[in-house]
DNA sequence: TCTATGACTCCGG
DNA sequence: CCCGGAGCCATAG
């Protein structure tokens, strides 16, 4: 039997990562994935963050699209709980989009 | 096993 | 930037 103890799992991965995001910033879906290397699998990391929404530890209303759009806000409680979440922490959010997503992004790379 | 779906992204127009 | 189409890959039925 293997102990599996923060396997370097793909999903393991991306909550890593997800929790790693620093307070009122943001990411993409591709940027966790192309971090990983399997930028190709940007699906996979929502997939994961569905699982992760299971996790109350992973703050998964920080990622979105590369457009910056709260595509998943859908898959949170209430209709506009993410926007609220991202609101709270000082991010601008209009039509389910964030303003100057640019100057909110955070980078996996800038950090780790 | 195969088909369908999806919290995505890239490409061409 | 918007729109339509295609690619990728894991999970569900």
Redesign the pocket.
Known sequence: MKAKNEEPN??TKVYQVAQQIPYGRVT????I?SYLG??????????A??A??QMEAIP??R?V???G?L??????EGTNL?QQLLESEGIIVKDNQIINFENYFWNPKDNL
């Not at 993409?28 to 940027?31: K, T």
């Not at 595509?71 to 949170?76: A, E, L, P, V």
């Open positions: 793909f999903f993409s879906y591709g940027a994935a399997a930028k190709r699998s940007a699906r996979m990391v929502g997939w963050m569905n992760a929404h998964a209303h990622v699209n590369r457009k759009l595509t998943g806000k859908h898959h949170f993410m």
